[in-house]
């Protein structure tokens, strides 16, 4: 708790460029997640680096992700914004942490055998490690709730044995994080592959609609969305390409399906597509003129960057003595 309200955290990565599904399925959900909780909204660029990155490349994107946060209406000063790699607590509780998780453990997320199928001549210790890191962050600020995709499941599940194990030999160290299970709805499917999920790695970029696409590329992008030949505009799992587009224009204009449905009762794709990429547009728009306004306001940015890295060590720096002290590692003579 801080000052009354549940924590809660969550974090993502700046590889790749965010996409229409990153912003209706997490970023959206997280300003109204704002009021309720303290929250802490990182941008992990440690956990970036378990693949190669282009240096200059991982810095620009983190900052334009940092960015893009309050671009899209998370106000910096209410919730803590900030670079993982600034708050150096994280990095020292993870290695605590991997001396209380098992290897057998971490053989078994699904997550890790991907990403080494997938980068076979880079299978680093970090990116096995990786569960581990991430349950740093969530306990480092005691996290009450962790707003997650179902593909992180597993690690937040592996995050609640690691604290349940600790606390258990410890006596009451960490909060014991619960799942945050959004509204349902917004789980925004590829452009191109609807029973895939629209993804910020899909190589093929109509697939994805990025959050700095121009609206010709909008419109572009959901006027060749892969449909079906039912011709016929039903909220249905048979109908995946049509399913999609109903979820997206519903999320982006705040209607339920059942009303979109009705609202393209009787017409055709032909209607249905373009009404899409205009409501698309309408929400994307905004965006990009307060992310291109703030970009230009570097002062603002730093003092932001700076300000938060602050917070984020002090309520950092709370828990990590005190799993130091827990441990028995020597007090600090001060
Ligand atoms: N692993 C998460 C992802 O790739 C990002 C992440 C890192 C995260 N640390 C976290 C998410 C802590 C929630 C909480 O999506």
């Avoid at 009762?265 to 373009?274: A, C």
Wanted: net charge neutral; charged share 25%; proline share 4%.
């Amino acid at each position: 708790m801080i000052d009354g309200k549940k924590v809660l955290f969550s974090g993502m990565q700046a590889t790749g460029n965010l996409t229409l599904g990153n912003y209706l399925g997490a970023l959206k959900n997280w300003l109204t997640l704002s009021e309720e909780y303290e929250c802490f909204y990182s941008v992990v660029d440690m956990h970036s680096i378990t693949i190669r990155q282009d240096p200059a490349e991982l810095r620009k994107r983190a900052r334009n992700l940092l960015t893009l946060y309050i671009a899209a209406g998370l106000d910096p000063k209410k919730n803590c914004i900030y670079y993982q790699s600034h708050v150096s607590g994280h990095a020292e509780l993870a290695w605590i942490l991997n001396c209380y998780t098992y290897m057998g453990e971490l053989n078994r997320m699904t997550q890790f055998k991907d990403k080494s199928a997938k980068h076979a001549d880079n299978i680093n210790a970090g990116l096995f490690t990786y569960p581990v890191l991430m349950a740093a962050d969530i306990l480092l600020y005691q996290a009450d709730v962790v707003p997650v995709g179902i593909d992180q499941m597993q690690h937040l599940e592996l995050t609640r044995n690691i604290a349940e194990r600790f606390n258990n030999i410890y006596g009451d160290v960490f909060t014991v994080p619960e799942a945050y299970i959004g509204k349902v709805g917004a789980k925004i499917m590829s452009l191109q592959d609807p029973t895939k999920k629209m993804s910020k790695s899909d190589e093929n970029p109509n697939g994805s609609i990025y959050l700095m696409d121009d609206p010709d590329t909008i419109m572009r992008k959901c006027k060749r969305a892969v449909t079906d030949s039912e011709a016929c505009i039903r909220y249905s799992d048979e109908q995946p390409g049509i399913k999609n587009l109903i979820d997206i224009y519903s999320a982006c204009t705040g209607k339920t399906p059942e009303e979109t449905v009705q609202e393209f009762e009787g017409k055709g794709y032909g209607e249905l597509k373009p009404a899409v990429g205009e409501a698309v547009i309408s929400v994307l728009k905004p965006l990009q003129e307060e992310f291109v306004r703030l970009t230009k306001d570097k002062a603002y940015i730093d003092s932001i960057i700076k300000e938060n890295a602050e917070k984020a060590n002090y309520y950092a720096s709370k828990t990590l003595r005190k799993v130091q002290r827990k441990v028995g590692f020597p007090d600090r003579i001060r």
